[in-house]
């Protein structure tokens, strides 16, 4: 599309201003108003495409669907620091999420304001609409305003556009993904921000703060977390700069006392005393107050060689991994260590967002790439043309985040929609130059030729056109994108509104389900059951995939232990089709084949519906 003189040429003067900088737009155009512009539009045709799904709420992530039985819990009475489902595994006396009331507070907030007006049900499904979208506008404008301080001013304009056609990361907002996965790439963008302001006390302090409120969302956020504070630490040590040195100290203070603050605020004294591997508790919060400490001694004492200040700030890392260990052994094998091996291969290896990049196909990876590719390539052409040192600073960051978040993203897929998001600046510099560089050329045709070609920094583009010439040249890729566009089945096409109405006009009891029909029967249903989803109920989990796929002498017992009253299944469930496939006489394939063993009877729904429902005989067989 250019070549690297052509770039370096188009980039030889820093530009300060979006008219100097070679497009004319009125006073009223700012980073701020365009940012909204363009969102809205996008949320606009957004709602439009999903309106089928809005009417009928037909959630595609069973996170979702827990997510609204969480908020429904709360605005029913259950207290705001009692995050526990009581329907899930009521046997055991609930399980207690890992989620955050961050998530959940707008929602319920938007629901009461609503339900006066439009009753509960609509209430729903008007915040369900809404708040996505409204969460990527305040996304979208962190954008503008965050990367407003690079060299080219320019990318504050079109970063909203780069953004809305970045996949990966406008699915988390779009109409019903009610989840935290926006949540965790805002403030992502938030901390990048801070770290592309002037150094100072403020934007240490902030910064900090949007990391305590990431890990008080999800956990996943350390690694981002550690990387900007590691990046905070490298620039004092380097440099050994006043500003440098309050920016570390105010990121790291305000990381843990915001910690400490925030979980106390949304989950109360539980919440400071817990010791759990999965979420914001203890021993991070431990880990975090033990580098805090050590950092501030080390800037006390202030030495003046660099590898001795990086001696001991590479010591306070030792530090906080030492009392997060100390706090919470288990800590140190991750959260899903202590997952019973049978729910690692029948539910934790299907969660693609969770594995690496390498178990996804040919296809999937080609979108995962591309974008983050591109950005680096982008960011380190900027840097080389930065003129002024502050322009190489911020563009360091950029790539050493971007670089970060890109290779974390090989071994956990969910992390790409952040790398992609600290991609768009380095694709919007090499849009911009490849655009500039298109439209100088005299003749037509090469003009609107190389015009089209600078499309292809914007990253879906790119991704697209990147998997339709690398399908023209490997045949797996082709056959693993046709693969990728199939239909695939999912519950909801069991729980349709005569089915629901069905279920529900049954008295309120357990239900054994397969594990992902879990969290769409607390949604739609008054039942209980015995597990969904959701890693903390492992125990109950391991029982509900052993009595589906296991030896079946055992399955009425692991049943009746977890105190079920009915056993359900929709037989073109995902993880159904592996159930029954695991061994031809397990219950699972007995219940497809539409011969249940003695200890259940069918009990007629009323419905034409793929799903199944048996009631379990009273005492033993």
């Known amino acids: 599309m250019t070549d690297t003189p052509a770039l370096a040429a188009a980039a030889a003067a820093p530009t300060v201003s979006a008219n100097s900088a070679g497009f004319d737009l009125g006073a009223w155009f700012t980073p701020l108003r365009i940012a909204l512009v363009i969102w809205s539009a996008m949320s606009l045709v957004a709602i439009i495409v999903n309106w089928s799904a809005i009417v009928a709420l037909n959630l595609r992530d069973t996170d979702d669907a827990m997510r609204m039985a969480q908020v429904r819990d709360l605005l029913a009475g259950q207290s705001w620091w009692d995050l526990a489902q ?43 609409t809404l708040w996505p979208p409204l969460l990527g506008a305040a996304l979208s404008v962190a954008c503008a305003l965050g990367y407003r301080n690079l060299s080219d001013r320019r990318i504050a304009y079109v970063a909203p556009l780069f ?190 967002e969770g594995q690496p990049l390498w178990a996804s196909g040919a296809h999937d990876a080609i979108y995962v790439l591309v974008p983050s590719l591109v950005g680096l390539v982008g960011a380190v052409f900027a840097w080389r043309s930065a003129g002024l040192a502050v322009d190489r600073r911020n563009w360091t960051t950029v790539i050493i985040a971007l670089f970060g978040a890109a290779a974390l993203s090989l071994f956990v897929l969910r992390s790409v929609s952040t790398a992609h998001l600290f991609a768009l600046p380095g694709c919007a510099w090499l849009g911009l ?68 109405a069905a279920l529900n006009r049954l008295p309120a009891t357990t239900i054994l389900t397969p594990i992902d029909l879990g969290a769409p029967v607390i949604f739609w249903t008054h039942h209980g059951l015995v597990a969904s989803g959701h890693h903390r109920n492992k125990e109950a989990m391991a029982d509900t995939i052993r009595a589906f796929v296991g030896d079946p002498a055992a399955a009425e017992g692991l049943v009746r232990k977890q105190k079920a009253t009915l056993v359900m299944i929709c037989s073109t469930a995902n993880d159904l089709i592996q159930y029954r496939r695991a061994r031809k006489d397990a219950l699972a394939a007995q219940l497809y084949a539409g011969t249940p063993p003695a200890w259940l009877e069918p009990v007629p729904l009323g419905t034409s519906t793929k799903l199944s429902v048996w009631r379990i005989k009273p005492g033993g067989s």
């Open 86 to 128: 009581y329907r899930v595994n009521p046997a055991g006396g609930g399980v207690l999420m890992h989620w955050s009331r961050i998530v959940d507070a707008p929602l319920a907030a938007g629901i009461l304001i609503l339900k006066p007006l439009f009753g509960q049900a609509m209430a729903e499904r008007i915040v369900m």
């Open 163 to 352: 953004l809305i056609l970045s996949g990966f990361i406008v699915m988390q907002f779009r109409p019903l993904r009610v989840d935290h996965h926006g949540w965790q790439i805002l403030f992502a963008m938030l901390i990048m921000a801070q770290a592309l302001r002037p150094a100072s006390w403020r934007a240490g302090l902030w910064a900090g703060a949007c990391a305590a409120a990431l890990l008080a969302v999800s956990i996943e956020g350390l690694p981002i977390v550690a990387l900007f504070a590691a990046l905070a630490a490298l620039r004092w040590t380097l440099h050994g700069a006043a500003a440098d040195r309050n920016r570390l100290c105010g990121y790291i203070g305000a990381l843990a006392g915001g910690a400490i603050l925030i979980q106390f605020i949304t989950r109360g004294p539980v919440g400071l005393a817990g010791t759990w591997c999965d979420s914001l508790s203890a021993p991070y919060m431990a880990a975090f107050v033990a580098a805090a400490a050590a950092t501030f001694a080390v800037v006390r004492a202030n030495p003046g060689a660099v590898w001795l200040r990086l001696v001991l700030l590479g010591g306070a890392g030792v530090a906080a991994a030492g009392a997060l260990v100390w706090t919470e052994p288990q800590c140190a094998n991750g959260p899903f260590a202590s997952l019973d091996p049978i729910v690692v291969e029948y539910w934790y290896r299907n969660i693609l």
């Open 433 to 500: 130059r490849a655009w500039a560089w298109a439209r100088s050329l005299p003749s037509a045709l090469p003009r609107i030729v190389a015009s089209a070609a600078a499309t292809l920094t914007l990253p879906t583009i790119g991704s697209i056109a990147a998997a339709l010439a690398l399908g023209t040249v490997f045949p797996a890729v082709k056959a693993d994108e046709e693969a990728s566009a199939a239909p695939t089945a999912y519950e909801r096409t069991c729980l349709d509104p005569a089915t629901i």
